[in-house]
Each structure stands twice: as structure tokens, then as C-alpha cells.
């Protein structure tokens, strides 16, 4: 028989939540109506304000986690969802749930929420999008007058030596700019992979 013990609020949990405190990670419990329960240290390190009976939407802001812990209430094991959360400096997290117990029962339901910061690989993300992005206007304009400084050498001045020998000039020093970023993009590759 499943025996229940006290919260840090007056609500019961199934098990004695103050084995939490031991882990590193943000946890949370949360009850059948998405109310705070339970969370440990780590959890209120990161919020402002005491989130006790506070909606899990209220203190997230994020309408999505009620959907998912909704699935999980409903015995849909192992849910993953990411959030962010504004308050106080604005973090992500990548959030894994669990009902609690973990098989249906007729009595009352519990969702743990653990907590991963995943802040710096989101603005890794953004970083190397910007960078891509950089890149890509980067080349796009030695490309472009490559490209300009042939259809002129291949027309009007193909029989003009000192047209010809100060495009080959602005051409070379084009390709070099070119051959540069590619080298710098191929750099970064081998230090991400050798992260990985």
C-alpha cells in the first residue's frame, strides 16, 4: 500500500520529498490542478518569489508544459518539453516528467518536473546560426564580384592588358577573402567536433 508524507505544503506526496534536496537539478511536483506541491533547492534558486501554490504556468509562463503535464498526469511516461523562463534572468530548460505513482491508481496523482539548464546550448544555437548567416553574406559578395570581374574579362575588356591585368589583380585578392572564411568555417567544424 502506498503510504503518503507531508510536503512542504499541508498537500501529501508519495514519497518523502526531502531526498530532493540532494539533487543538483531544479526539481518540482506538481498535483492534479498543475499546483506546486513541492520542489527543492535548486528550484528556488532560480525563482523569485516562494513557488508554493503557484500554477506551474504562472511561474514558466509557458502554456505548453500544462498540455504536457496533463499527457503525463495521464500515465504517458518519460515527457520531455522546453521552456523558458523570463524570471529573474531569463533561462532555458529542457524539462523531463514522471507521474507519481507511476501506474494509473484511483486515487490522488502527482507529475515530477526535472529541471536541465540548457541556456548556454541555446545561445550556442543562436550564435552559430548568426555566424552561418555571416558567413553566408560574407561570401555572397567576393562570389558576386568574382562572378562580374570574369563577364567583364570575357567581354569589354578582353583585349584591354591593363583592365585585364588589374582585374586579375582585385580577382586574386577576392579569392584570397574567400579562401580565408572557408578556412575559418572549416577551423570552427574541427574544434565543434572535437567538443563532441
Not at 520529498?17 to 520542489?39: F, R
Not at 516528467?97 to 496523482?109: I, N, T, Y
Request: hydrophobic share 40%; proline share 6%; with cysteine.
Amino acid at each position: 500500500m502506498l503510504k503518503f508524507k507531508k510536503g512542504i505544503g499541508s498537500e501529501e506526496t508519495p514519497f518523502d520529498t526531502g531526498i530532493l534536496d540532494g539533487l543538483s537539478d531544479p526539481v518540482v511536483i506538481v498535483n492534479e490542478k498543475h499546483v506546486v506541491v513541492h520542489y527543492n533547492r535548486a528550484y528556488k534558486r532560480i525563482m523569485e518569489a516562494d513557488p508554493l501554490s503557484n500554477s506551474t504556468e504562472a511561474l514558466t509562463k509557458s502554456k505548453s508544459i500544462t498540455a504536457t503535464i496533463k499527457k503525463c498526469l495521464n500515465s504517458i511516461p518519460g515527457l520531455n518539453v522546453e521552456i523558458f523562463m523570463p524570471n529573474p534572468i531569463g533561462l532555458y530548460f529542457s524539462i523531463n516528467m514522471w507521474r507519481l505513482p507511476e501506474l494509473k491508481s484511483s486515487g490522488p496523482a502527482w507529475a515530477m518536473l526535472v529541471l536541465r539548464d540548457i541556456t548556454s546550448e541555446k545561445k550556442a544555437e543562436e550564435m552559430r546560426a548568426d555566424f552561418v548567416a555571416n558567413v553566408s553574406h560574407e561570401l555572397r559578395s567576393p562570389l558576386s564580384a568574382l562572378l562580374g570581374f570574369i563577364e567583364t574579362l570575357q567581354g569589354p575588356a578582353a583585349m584591354d592588358p591593363a583592365a585585364s591585368k588589374r582585374f586579375l589583380g582585385i580577382m586574386q585578392s577576392e579569392a584570397e577573402r574567400m579562401s580565408r572564411l572557408i578556412g575559418d568555417l572549416l577551423t570552427l567544424s574541427k574544434v565543434e567536433s572535437g567538443e563532441h
